[in-house]
């Protein structure tokens, strides 16, 4: 068995350097690179060619969407999904034009990075002030640039709660207690369409779940794919 990690937008492969030291049992990790493309499908196809032949998936915010999306395309490689702090919603026109705005304003001038206080925002109050925190994020912003800042602004994120029956494998939804992105409400609705899915919401979190809590997301997991049949 093997692992494939899907981070969320302007995040990288340094999103799981935590968590995946206390999951080896389920095999080496594999990270998704989602600085290429500028759709999830394309995202999802190029994961997927750089995957092992099973896995299990692991999805976070945009990642969640990415991983929806490959579950669809490799049935039969996914051997369990794991989502964490993601939705199945599509985008509002409001936020269409948001993030088409924010791009675009990107355009004209040279990518500085995310700003402190729109990091900040996507922690637990508690974590607001978490300087390490805050250090790891802005630097994959810089790592990854201005081109694909722009390109994940104008990813088109449809809705799939209509779809999400098409999904048989097991399935973990996490939520952080408190994330300001993307609400519990969301995270439940996700959950229940999800045919047989299990739900674990992680106290005293915000967003940045696998930043926030990574021990105790990893434990989570652990705890569930041990009980999940995987042919380990």
Known sequence: MAM??????????????????????????????????DTITAMAHRALADAPSKFVLVGFSMGGYVAREIARQAADRVAALVLIATSARGDSDVQRQ???????????????????????????????DRAD?????????????????RRQSLIDRRDERDDLGMIGCPSLVIAGEQDQLRSREEAIELHRALVGSSFEIIENTGHMVPMEAPQRLAAIMREWLAQQPLGL
């Open 98 to 128: 948001r993030k088409a705005a924010i791009a675009g304003q990107t355009g004209s001038a040279a990518f500085k990075g995310l700003s402190r206080l729109a990091v900040a925002s996507s922690l637990h109050p508690d974590n607001s």
């Open 133 to 149: 925190i805050i250090a790891r994020i802005q630097a994959a912003g810089q790592r990854l640039g201005g081109d694909v800042f």
């Open 4 to 37: 494939l990690l899907v981070p969320g937008f302007m995040l990288d492969a340094d999103l799981w350097r935590d968590v995946v030291p206390a999951l080896t049992e389920y095999g080496p990790a594999t990270y998704a690179d989602l600085s290429q493309d």
